[in-house]
């Protein structure tokens, strides 16, 4: 006897993120210590030194804490929130699919302004909900059209609506008066505002108070923050009821020993991400000013990560691909001509300026 799945998850694809594909890789004879992975967006310079050291001492034998107490209690007295309004996950991508499951029901309908990042319809579909997908006009760089997402929502009132901000993959970065018409279009719905990427926004606006208007919930990654991908850590913040929610649909232990103690030594240490966001920004504007040199598009981006049109993205990525560098093919994201960079160390960006001037000759 078989027995079949949800009906909705039968055409379910899981969506797609940048890093190495091992498969592909060990098709190509390519040895991943030897890639240079420009095409995912965390911190490249690595956790502060020292950290790996901490590990050795971690009392790996016992369950860790299910409520990440101490973590939880820290950020939220860093934050200025009470502790209840506070959860840490296993990566924002957990808490994304905790808000989902904990807030939509089958055939809710969910605003997912495009292109943006894959697992919000993956996160939505999966508890079953309608997807309502609108695009940023290529003339606008793919800008979310603030006015018409309004508009939306006083029409089709959905139950939440994603914003991804900074923007995954545009680095495109809505002001605060922009986020704020949203909420006034949409007092029934549940705005969830990813802020994955605000570490690395040059002049961010602070969002928290936003809180406070009850439908609005935040998500943040120390993954990104302090290169910590594959430890996978995150946290949420919203309202105590929320939040209670939240933590009840959470699986136990799901944040490690690790993940935990990694965490309380991150937010010590806001020297070294300001160290690692000011040479981010330098070499963003190296690579930038080196890619248009070489005649491509390269699209404005408030982050650190950027578009470039490049024109058949996928051909494009693999002939990097053959020359030991990774880019993220935006393919996926609808934009077949793009790929995303998220800038690396002087001496990698040299490298992939050299790489895409020896392809805009041979192409
Ligand atoms: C916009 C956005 N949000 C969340 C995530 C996931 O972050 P985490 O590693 O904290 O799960 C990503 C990862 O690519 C992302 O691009």
């Not at 956790?47 to 901490?54: A, I, N």
Request: hydrophobic share 40%; net charge positive; with cysteine.
């Amino acid at each position: 006897m078989s027995v079949d799945p949800r009906p909705e998850l039968q055409y379910l694809k899981p969506a797609e993120h940048g890093g190495p594909d091992l498969a592909e890789l060990n098709e190509l004879g390519l040895s991943p210590d030897l890639i240079l992975d420009f095409s995912t967006c965390i911190n490249p310079f690595g956790p502060p030194p020292g950290w790996r050291k901490v590990l050795r001492s971690l009392p790996v034998e016992f369950y860790p804490d299910s409520d990440s107490t101490q973590l939880r209690r820290r950020l939220a007295s860093k934050l200025g929130l009470s502790g209840e309004r506070v959860l840490v996950g296993a990566g924002s991508v957990e808490l994304l699919r905790l808000t989902t499951l904990s807030f939509l029901s089958p055939g809710d309908l969910v605003l997912i302004p495009q292109p943006t990042f894959g697992e919000y319809e993956m996160a939505s579909r999966l508890a079953g909900a309608r997807v309502l997908k609108v695009r940023g006009r290529e003339e606008d760089d793919f800008r979310f059209d603030v006015e018409q997402l309004a508009h939306l929502l006083r029409r089709h009132r959905p139950r939440m609506i994603f914003l991804c901000n900074p923007n995954n993959p545009t680095g495109q970065y809505l002001k605060r008066q922009e986020v704020e018409v949203l909420l006034e279009a949409s007092p029934e719905s549940l705005l969830v505002l990813d802020e994955a990427y605000i570490s690395f926004v040059r002049d961010p606006w602070p969002s928290l108070d936003l809180l406070n208007r009850g439908h609005v919930l935040i998500l943040r990654s120390l993954t990104k923050d302090f290169s910590l991908a594959g430890v996978r850590l995150g946290y949420a913040l919203a309202s105590e009821k929320g939040i209670s929610v939240l933590r009840r649909v959470q699986p136990p232990w799901s944040v490690n020993v690790v993940a935990q103690k990694l965490g309380l030594l991150a937010l010590e240490r806001d020297d070294w991400l300001e160290g690692c966001r000011r040479k981010l920004w330098r070499e963003q504007v190296f690579l930038k000013r080196g890619i248009s040199r070489l005649g491509f598009q390269v699209l404005p981006s408030k982050a650190h990560f950027f578009l470039v049109r490049v024109g058949r993205a996928t051909r494009f990525r693999k002939l990097l691909l053959q020359r030991g560098i990774l880019v993220r093919d935006c393919t996926s994201f609808g934009l077949p001509d793009h790929i995303r960079l998220s800038p690396r160390s002087r001496s990698h960006n040299r490298r992939l300026l050299l790489a895409l001037s020896e392809l805009r000759e041979a192409l």
